[in-house]
């Protein structure tokens, strides 16, 4: 269980990561944003690199921070109590001792998107895509869909280079006319689906 452990992208994930950003090119991506960890990053650079793009780092889109488990096998983690990490699947307030919750999660990354909401002026002509993590985009993407919290569990995590496709449009009825909805358009896209 890799949380915010520093791992390096393997020789498989490099080549995911290149039939990722081929299946990227007809989304018109104009903005890369990635997690500051060596798996996320060396993804970005190589999307980047074929799309023509360069990439910025945000601490924010890190994966779950796990605590007491980061490190650890899941028949480790099972093997203290069998039923625990189902309990954290399933309870979107519950951390691993010492670690984040998925709410926590949430918290510490929906400020990128509002900030790129609030900043970015090319929405019309280009998408931003985030490379992040699995547990942080299931959260991210929970938070702003507006889940309960009994609803994060819904989402799980993705596979490592799938994609969650998200699409703002003006909030109905809402005073502000930069007040936005979230629609999910895709959710957990292989590179073969794209």
């Given amino acids: ?39 996320a990053r060396r993804t970005a650079e190589i999307v980047a690199r074929e799309l023509g793009l360069v990439f910025t780092e945000d601490a924010r889109l890190r994966e779950t921070y796990l605590g007491q488990w980061q490190g650890k096998t899941h028949a480790e983690v099972d093997g203290a109590d069998a039923t625990i990490r189902a309990h954290w699947r399933n309870n979107a307030a519950w951390a691993p ?70 699409v703002a449009m003006p909030r109905y009825g809402a005073q502000d006319p930069g007040e936005v909805q979230w629609y999910l358009e895709a959710w957990n896209q292989g590179p073969d689906a794209l």
Avoid: C
Wanted: glycine residues 12%; aromatic residues 4%.
């Fill in 1 to 39: 269980m890799q949380g915010h452990l520093d791992t390096t992208l393997s020789v498989l994930g490099e080549e995911q990561a290149l039939r990722a950003a081929e299946g990227l090119r007809g989304f018109g991506i104009g903005k890369i944003v990635s997690s500051d960890l060596s798996r």
């Fill in 97 to 166: 001792p010492e670690g984040e919750s998925r709410l926590d999660v949430a918290k510490r990354a929906r400020p990128v998107v509002d900030e790129l909401m609030d900043s970015y002026t090319d929405w019309d002509d280009a998408a931003v895509l985030l490379v992040a993590h699995g547990g942080t985009i299931s959260a991210l993407t929970s938070s702003l869909l507006g889940f309960a919290e009994q609803q994060y569990p819904l989402l799980k995590g993705l596979g490592n280079t799938h994609t969650s496709q998200l």
